[in-house]
């Protein structure tokens, strides 16, 4: 699940779901319901950071629950339900009227990566963690929403090419350097406050 708390004009949404924050339809109808409360409290001066509990940001999809529908084709049933719930998700962030940050916590991979992209301004750890498209390891395409964002975000086309075509594993003093975040800080502390300011 996700929470929501305010703080003067600080929105902080928190991502508490398992260990790895894994999306599944329960925490992407949880992401959408805390970003619009965000939204309809909004007023001038807002801004939204997100964060996560536990050593990752966001793992990407939930593969187990996609898994649990038992066979191949319940599989890929599964998965793509959850890119459908997940793009709203993206267009809510991207479209918020308010700045929005993302201060990464840990690994940020796949949708998590996208989650963390979706933001306006992204803060990240460099003592833990690494941004990773996992998709091409597993043999999944990129869905169009997807590699829009990135493509929009990412403005060197060699950066481009390690993160959507070698799915290369970025650090966060790395991810600086190709432009994908914005700062790198030494704790999970350091980048929420990093965030605020």
């Known amino acids: ?4 708390e305010k703080s003067g004009n600080i929105f902080f949404l928190t991502i508490a779901g398992d260990d790895e924050n894994r999306l599944n339809p329960t925490i992407i109808a949880s992401l959408r319901s805390v970003i619009s409360e965000a939204k309809s409290q909004s007023t001038r001066g807002s ?10 940001f966001s793992n990407g999809f939930d ?3 996609a898994q649990a529908a038992g066979s191949a084709s319940g599989f890929k ?4 339900h959850m890119v459908e719930l997940f793009k709203p998700v993206v267009a809510d962030l991207v479209s918020l009227p308010m700045p929005t940050i993302a201060a990464v916590n840990g690994h940020a991979s796949a949708a998590g990566m996208i989650l963390a992209m979706s933001h306006d ?10 941004l990773y498209m996992s998709e091409l390891d597993i043999g999944m395409t990129l869905p169009d929403y997807m590699t829009a964002l990135v493509r929009s975000k990412v403005a060197s086309a060699a950066a ?3 993160v959507l075509l070698r799915a290369v594993k970025v650090k966060a003093e790395e991810a600086v350097a190709m432009g994908i975040v914005d700062s790198a800080h030494d704790s999970r502390e350091g980048a929420v406050e990093a965030a605020v300011r």
Do not use: E, P, Q
């Open 1 to 4: 699940m996700c929470t929501l």
């Open 47 to 56: 801004a939204l950071i997100t964060t996560a509990n536990g050593k990752f």
């Open 63 to 65: 593969l187990k629950w």
């Open 77 to 80: 049933d599964r998965l793509h």
């Open 121 to 130: 301004y992204v803060c990240m750890r460099s003592d833990r963690g690494v």
């Open 160 to 162: 481009l090419r390690d």
